[in-house]
């Protein structure tokens, strides 16, 4: 059984960072891809970033350059920095086997964790 388990998350004016982190445990094969998606309220669920089991990272459009994604052992972490309101979400850490930017293909998910940027 696969369980992904997120923390990290809070409250910071714009400007600020947060570092988010996902533990992994359960069956390593089907989560060869970890990453980040977001949903704010009354929007659909987008993808942040990814990172392949080859260390391969994806960065979705709005975040490149602010967010970094890295991965120790069983743990993702996703640092931000330069955080805007426009960042606030609920953030979803997620697994697959290979990672696509569809949040529908995913299998496995954690429960969220809310990040809230005040301007």
């Known amino acids: 059984q696969v369980q992904l388990v997120e923390s990290g998350g809070g409250s910071v004016h714009a400007g600020g960072s947060l570092r988010l982190s996902c533990a992994a445990s359960g069956y390593y094969y089907s989560t060869s891809c970890m990453g980040w998606f977001r949903q704010a309220p009354g929007k659909e669920r987008e993808g942040v970033a990814s990172?392949?089991?080859?260390?391969g990272i994806s960065y979705g459009d709005s975040v490149k350059g602010r967010f970094t994604l890295s991965k120790e052992k069983n743990i993702l972490y996703l640092q931000m920095n330069s955080l805007n309101p426009e960042d606030t979400a609920m953030y979803y850490c997620?697994?697959?086997?290979?990672?696509?930017?569809?949040?529908?293909?995913?299998?496995?998910w954690g429960q969220g964790t809310q990040v809230i940027v005040s301007s």
């Open positions: 990172i392949e089991i080859d260390g």
């Open positions: 997620a697994a697959r086997r290979i990672c696509t930017w569809y949040s529908n293909d995913y299998n496995y």
